[in-house]
């Protein structure tokens, strides 16, 4: 899930927030928190409960919620000190054309999560078909056409839609709130949970925690350059990416585990909610994927330099139709911790940059930004693909892959860049005593003056 910066968020883009547009931190953190009542985050309590069971889920949920919470109170104060974009950020560390690369990635998540709600969207329609008209639909053309209507609904209405999911967020809080008591409820009433043989390791499961948010984590300088204090840059991260991420993470694998489930929509309907649980997907989905596909076009818009806002869109709609063909609501959990171990590295790495290198030495418009950070590129993907090949080297540095991610990049990030930093202090003490040396053999009356009069 992720939180591309709306129309408020988007003054200041090349330039620090001044006092007077700042705000709290509780005003910020609700940004992200909507993004934790959407369709996504249900789906990833439901297939982290199904596959661990509820308690060591709940585990797997606080562990990931805390390490989402701490890491973005880290990335928030790297925005609230400087007071720029994630993008400017991102610039000034890994180089003009290493931060495109960056937002390359981005906007192949968000095509993702795009693909993801298409899949989610076309579940639902199929859902209230068969159980109102008895008919169905191939799910492939369900989802070109409802993406169709997504990209002209951006186009011509997306200002419209993202005041109408202002109103969506506290409904899907209640239905949420709902799913917890009714469940908890059948529990009770049958006597408890029945066991359950992981197939996931504690470890991916904290993975795909991190993986559900970290797009946001990364982004949350977007957000948090207009929070006021330091204490304000905490409360943007952890009100969101602990407390109501955590709370939907524990009611939907509560639900799954009690009723034996792990589609969204059956759950639903067995406490109580049907046509009103068909309804609430295909708006969630409707509404989460407009924001998307706008957040896409205008990451798109920062790779390509420019380009028409409207081409990008319609360009982005057709990729995300296809990326809905790959079937990554089959395969979430993979894709969570994909985004995880990809998106880590990168907010490790500028985060060690301006604490630890520059020590905390605020980035400014005029600095000097190179086309390419080779040492933040090469720690990057140092980071990656550590943690990917563990499986088969078996090199791990904590049980936790996402952990592993962080770590790599990094020690590999600092190391590089001390390399780099003695090798060009140790050619410019060459250059200097060079050019010393040439100045007194060019000027050999100079010197021999100097001999004769001591």
Not at 210 to 217: E, Q, R, T
Not at 228 to 242: E, G, H, L, M, N
Not at 355 to 382: C, E, G
Not at 392 to 400: K, N, R, S
């Amino acid at each position: 899930m992720t939180s591309e910066s709306t129309a408020d968020t988007n003054d200041y883009a090349l330039e620090p927030v001044p006092e007077s547009a700042q705000t709290s931190g509780v005003a910020v953190g609700m940004i992200n928190g909507a993004l934790a009542f959407a369709v996504p985050g249900l789906i990833t309590g439901i297939e982290i409960g199904e596959a661990l069971g509820f308690w060591e889920s709940l585990a797997a949920f606080l562990v990931g919620g805390l390490i989402l919470a701490f890491f973005g109170t880290v990335t928030a104060l790297v925005g609230r000190a400087n007071r720029l974009t994630s993008y400017v950020t991102i610039r000034h560390v890994f180089g003009v054309w290493g931060a495109k690369l960056v937002s390359f990635c981005f906007v192949l998540s968000l095509l993702g999560w795009y693909g993801v709600n298409l899949d989610l969207f076309a579940l639902a329609t199929n859902g209230l078909l068969v159980d109102y008209l008895s008919i169905t639909f191939n799910s492939s053309a369900i989802e070109w056409g409802v993406s169709a209507v997504i990209v002209i609904t951006t186009l011509y209405g997306f200002q419209r839609m993202e005041k109408l999911s202002t109103w969506l967020v506290p409904i899907m809080g209640v239905v949420t709130l709902f799913l917890l008591i009714k469940s908890a409820m059948a529990m009770e009433s049958s006597g408890g949970l029945a066991a359950v043989e992981p197939t996931m390791s504690f470890g991916t499961a904290v993975s795909a925690v991190v993986g559900s948010f970290i797009v946001s984590i990364v982004l949350l300088p977007d957000l948090a350059r207009f929070c006021r204090t330091k204490r304000d840059a905490w409360s943007a991260s952890f009100i969101p990416f602990f407390l109501l991420s955590t709370f939907v993470y524990i009611a939907a694998s509560l639900a799954a585990n009690v009723f034996g489930s792990d589609d969204i929509l059956a759950l639903m309907v067995k406490v109580g909610l049907g046509l009103a649980a068909f309804v609430l997907l295909i708006c969630s989905s409707w509404l989460t994927n407009v924001l998307n596909l706008y957040s896409a076009s205008l990451g798109a818009a920062a790779v390509i330099n420019g380009g028409k806002q409207k081409v990008l869109i319609i360009a982005m709609g057709v990729m995300g139709a296809v990326a809905s063909s790959l079937n990554l609501l089959d395969s979430f959990s993979e894709f969570l911790f994909s985004l995880s171990i990809m998106f880590t590295p990168v907010a490790a790495i500028y985060c060690a940059d301006f604490f630890i290198l520059r020590k905390q030495a605020v980035y400014r418009t005029d600095d000097f930004i190179p086309s390419f950070n080779i040492s933040a590129i090469a720690a990057w993907i140092t980071g990656i693909l550590f943690t990917f090949t563990s499986v088969e080297t078996g090199l791990f540095i904590t049980p936790i892959e996402a952990i592993d991610a962080l770590i790599v990049s990094l020690v590999s990030y600092l190391i590089l860049s001390y390399i780099t930093r003695a090798f060009r202090t140790n050619i410019s003490t060459r250059s200097s005593i060079d050019s010393n040396t040439d100045s007194r053999t060019d000027n050999p009356i100079k010197n021999s003056t100097k001999r004769e009069n001591p």
